[in-house]
């Protein structure tokens, strides 16, 4: 009766081993998740980030593009012909 494994000892065993496997899935469902949240959050800024350089090439941009001063004028100073 000493090496009798029933009973208690038994369904403590099973319980251990599905409570290992539930945690096994679940830490492999939270590591999958917050990879996708990543590669999500990676992928919108990417394509925001994108979308402002091409509106900011074609001079919609927050910031729009001037045109180049001409050769003979300086900062600060009027282009000739103004």
Do not use: C, H
């Amino acid at each position: 009766m000493g090496n009798d494994y029933s009973g208690a000892a038994a369904g403590l065993g099973i319980g251990l081993i599905l409570v290992g496997i539930v945690l096994y899935i679940g830490t492999i469902a939270l590591v999958l998740w917050v990879g996708y949240l990543i590669m999500r959050t990676a992928v919108k800024n990417g394509i925001l980030r994108a979308d402002a350089e091409r509106a900011q090439s074609r001079g919609f941009g927050q910031y729009p593009q001037q045109p180049p001063l001409p050769p003979q004028s300086y900062p600060g100073q009027q282009p000739p012909g103004r």
